[in-house]
């Protein structure tokens, strides 16, 4: 799948809007001191896997394990794509 974001492209971002993170949702989120956009794989209680969309070349929670539900800074709820 190809990724979604890309370099350049903007996106806005809704904080803590997501009470209840949904399967498909994509999410900003902060691990290891760096920020991350990914969608939401699975749901278990206050824990999220999460993937990017770029399954190849994604680092997400196959990587650094599932995150948890207050590492979430917001969803994204827009795309500008910026064309180069």
Do not use: C, W
Not at 28 to 43: D, P, T
Not at 45 to 61: A, H, P, Y
């Amino acid at each position: 799948m190809e990724p979604t974001i890309h370099e350049g492209d903007i996106i806005f971002v809704v904080g803590k809007y997501l009470a209840r993170p949904n399967i498909g949702s994509v999410v900003l989120f902060k691990k290891n001191s760096r920020l991350m956009v990914k969608r939401i794989k699975k749901v278990k209680m206050n824990e999220l896997e999460v993937e990017g969309d770029n399954i190849s070349q994604s680092t997400d929670s196959r990587n650094f394990g599932p995150i948890q539900k207050k590492e979430i800074i917001g969803g994204v709820v827009k795309i500008f794509h910026v064309s180069s």
